[in-house]
Every structure is written in structure tokens, then in C-alpha cells.
């Protein structure tokens, strides 16, 4: 079954512990992207990989790493959380580009962290 | 940045009622997608509008792409329970490529009996 996959599904941790949130994709796609959903605020991007060994900054980057060295897996680093990281994470990945229209996201099923 | 502001935030509705929710920002898009969240999962894709004045229709759900491409609707006819989710909308880059989708701010939809 085409799927993304995210680990872990819950996580309280407390300000400073480092943490790293897997995803992985098994449909090939070259596309990957974490986001951050927040009431009010919506789907909010991370960082971004358009293939391997190539990420970018998304529209709220600071205080998260991420690395691409295969193609099916996006680790999500929080290096020293904080109470403002407390969120619905969520991984996404896509077909880097599609004929006639733009690529669909796929999306896992959320990681809720918070950090107390 | 690109904003893309939903409306209404909140809809409560009892089955078999119809309602619309409305997509708008003051930026063009080149494209323009609808996703439905459920409870305790990611978002799921709908539907994809690229054409000015576009409509589709995927069952009891018409989606209509604004002739300009700033704005977009979703009109739900005779909703059901299961409709139930947040709504959301997503403005797309010329390149077409994922990583220029800007989400909107999410309609909270809930069908009751």
C-alpha cells in the first residue's frame, strides 16, 4: 500500500531534549516536505527536499533540521525544543513534477508533540 | 508571502443542508487544490482546478477556480455526516511543483444528524 509513514505518532518531551521525528515514503517520490498545523493558522512548511541531498528553508525553519540521504526517508530534527514547537507535525511527499498539473500531496497521519 | 484566507472558520450544519466555502487571497495562482483532513489523519486531496472559471464536480461536491485565480469555492450539496473534516484550500506556483503550495487557513465543517 502507497503510504507515508510517521514515527512517532505522540511525543511529550521536555525544552532542550533533543528529538527526531522519522517519515518515510514508499511510492519513489522525489518530493518531500514537513509541515506544521496550528489552530487558525493552517498548514505551515517546515523545510522542504525536491530530491536527495538537496533540502530547503520552507516559510517557518527556525529551530528544525532535516537531511535527505536516501530518497524514501525525511527525519525532522529538533535539536533544543521548545514550548513554541508544540504542534501537529505532518510529512508529505510528491511526484516532483506532473504533466498538465500541479503534483498531489500525500500526507502521513501526524506526529503530536509537545514540549513542556 | 502568498495568503490564502478561508471562509467561514467554523460551519456546523445538519445533514442533508447545503453550504459553500469560500478560498480567497489577492495573489494569483496558477493552480489551486482542495483537501479534506479527517481526525487524527493527514490531509487527503480532492480535487485540482487549473483553469480560470473552472468547474469540477466530484460527486455532491462542485468546485469552482475564480476567473481571475485569486479565489476558489467548494459547494457541498445535501451534506452528510460524513462530510464531516476540515476543509482546506492550497494556491500553486507557476512551476507546479509542490513545494510552492500555500495552504489556506482551514473551514472546520460539522455534519450533524
Known amino acids: 500500500e502507497a503510504q507515508v509513514t510517521q514515527n512517532p505518532r505522540y511525543l511529550i518531551t521536555v525544552t532542550g531534549k533533543k528529538l527526531t521525528v522519522t517519515c518515510s515514503q514508499n511510492?519513489?517520490?522525489?518530493?518531500m516536505s514537513w509541515y506544521r498545523q496550528d489552530p487558525g493558522l493552517g498548514l505551515r512548511q517546515i523545510y522542504y527536499?525536491?530530491?536527495?541531498?538537496?533540502?530547503d528553508k520552507g516559510d517557518v525553519p527556525e529551530g528544525y533540521k532535516v537531511s535527505r540521504k536516501e530518497k524514501r526517508n525525511f527525519p525532522l530534527i529538533l535539536e533544543s525544543p521548545s514550548p513554541n514547537q508544540t504542534s501537529l507535525y505532518f510529512c508529505?511527499?510528491?511526484?516532483?513534477?506532473?504533466?498538465?498539473?500541479?503534483?498531489?500531496?500525500?500526507f502521513g497521519n501526524g506526529t503530536r508533540l509537545t514540549v513542556t | 508571502t502568498q495568503l490564502l484566507e478561508q471562509s467561514p472558520q467554523f460551519l456546523s450544519i445538519q445533514e442533508g443542508e447545503n453550504l459553500t466555502v469560500y478560498c480567497n487571497s489577492s495573489?494569483?495562482?496558477?493552480?489551486l487544490q482542495w483537501y479534506r483532513q479527517e481526525p487524527g489523519e493527514g490531509p487527503v486531496l480532492l480535487v485540482t482546478v487549473v483553469t480560470g472559471g473552472e468547474v469540477k464536480k466530484l460527486k455532491r461536491l462542485t468546485f469552482q477556480f475564480g476567473d481571475a485565480r485569486k479565489d476558489s469555492s467548494l459547494h457541498i450539496t445535501a451534506a452528510q455526516t460524513g462530510d464531516t473534516g476540515l476543509y482546506l484550500c492550497a494556491g500553486g506556483g507557476r512551476t507546479g511543483t509542490a513545494s510552492k503550495l500555500t495552504f489556506g487557513t482551514g473551514t472546520r465543517l460539522q455534519v450533524t444528524l
Open positions: 508529505a511527499s510528491s511526484k516532483s513534477l506532473l504533466r498538465g498539473e500541479p503534483s498531489p500531496l500525500h
Open positions: 511510492m519513489n517520490h522525489e518530493y
Open positions: 527536499s525536491m530530491n536527495v541531498e538537496v533540502t
Open positions: 495573489s494569483v495562482f496558477s493552480s
